[in-house]
């Protein structure tokens, strides 16, 4: 046999399709693994058990707490959306044409998609930012002089506004009557020095000024939202109906938000379960998978705040007017809150209604109004 004839070495072939197998079954076990993880980061960012409302004399079964760690890139697979909800965006209508002034015209609004939090900021992630910045909040911080020219300086101590009830009616014309000024009162103590937040970790955080809020959503690698990506997750895809549930206020006979029951401001019948404020996520949530959009706390939004915006504002994205202005106070620059909280009543505050806005100056706190933070795709 001439060397012609000889059988070629095969050596190179056979390697060359061992690798090939090789390479393809590796392949397949790194995307089995990509899947199975992509699948478990979704279940970990877009499932939170459906809260139930809860019967008065029942117990409140709250929707697990929220952490929000600082945000990376804005990706499903990153622990910065978790206890968030993926709002594609959309054109819808916004505002109300049975409402307040404020709320007119009803007009056409187009916003991109984004990010927001499934539930109101509650005490203890607010006090993972304290803890980790050191943050002092402006109800913690004593007044400057300078702004309150005239005032006692005796009078300038640290504290917010608590929600006080009179003893016996009064007229709804002076919303004074039933705030006051506690020394003492902030975050830690939101209803004055003697209160705590024993028991309140799953609470939404109160006594929050504008301020303190956007500081928090800085640290978060976030953001307030703009009024109208508030208010478009607040409608949960419904079209200009009343409520974020649909127009009925009491579908089933069941509450839908921590709202006041009863003759404001003297006495809650406490109908939905709460007297005060609620955990977050004792609501069943909007069609987005948000809660508690309507009632509990007033929530802040990037916006300030001026009655005549929606008349010339933008189709797209809007981001509020460039200043602020409030008729009520002229000398008061002001930025929107949105929700409602759990001291409106429709005798007096409708506040809960999707398309319902709410003004106040930036360095206040309140017993009843907290915030939520949204992400940039």
């Known amino acids: 046999m001439n060397d012609d004839q000889k059988p070629k070495p095969k050596f190179w072939p056979v390697l060359f399709i061992t690798a090939f197998v090789l390479g393809g079954v590796l392949w ?42 600082p945000a990376g890139q804005t990706n ?8 968030m909800v993926w709002i594609a965006g959309g054109t819808f209508w916004m505002g109300a044409d049975d409402g307040r002034s404020d709320e007119l015209p009803l007009h056409q609004v187009t916003v991109d998609g984004f990010w927001m939090d499934k539930t109101e900021i509650s005490n203890e992630q607010f006090e993972k930012f304290v803890d980790a910045t050191g943050y002092v909040t402006i109800a913690e911080r004593k007044p400057d002089a300078k702004d309150f020219p005239g005032a006692d300086p005796q009078l300038l101590v640290p504290g917010s506004l608590v929600f006080t009830p009179p003893p016996e009616a009064v007229p709804l014309n002076d919303a004074s009557i039933w705030w006051r000024y506690v020394p003492g009162a902030n975050w830690r103590h939101p209803d004055g020095p003697d209160s705590s937040l024993a028991g309140r970790a ?69 109908e939905d379960g709460f007297k005060g404020l609620a955990p977050v996520g004792s609501f069943a949530p909007n069609d987005y998978g948000l809660y508690d959009m309507a009632g509990n706390v007033w929530e802040w939004c990037a916006d300030w705040y001026r009655p005549d915006y929606y008349a010339h504002s933008p189709a797209k994205n809007p981001t509020g007017p460039d200043d602020s202005y409030d008729p009520d106070e002229p000398g008061a620059k002001k930025r929107v809150q949105r929700g409602g909280s759990y001291l409106c009543s429709d005798v007096y505050c409708s506040g809960y209604r999707p398309g319902a806005r709410m003004k106040c100056t930036p360095d206040t706190g309140l017993s009843n109004a907290g915030f939520r933070c949204v992400l940039s795709r």
């Open 76 to 83: 499903s697979f990153l622990g910065s959306t978790n206890c």
């Open 28 to 69: 397949v076990l790194w995307m089995t693994r990509l899947i199975r993880q992509t699948r478990e980061n979704r279940t970990e960012q877009f499932f939170v058990p459906m809260a139930t409302n809860p019967p008065v004399n029942g117990t409140v079964k709250p929707a697990p707490a929220a952490t929000n760690a």
């Open 202 to 270: 799953n609470y939404p955080v109160v006594q929050v000024a504008w301020e303190d809020a956007a500081a928090y959503a800085r640290w978060a690698g976030k953001r307030l939202p703009t009024e109208a990506e508030w208010e478009f997750a607040a409608r949960g895809g419904l079209d200009r109906q009343k409520y974020d549930w649909g127009n009925e206020q009491k579908p089933n006979g069941q509450w839908r938000a921590n709202i006041w029951q009863g003759e404001f401001p003297i006495q809650n019948t406490s």
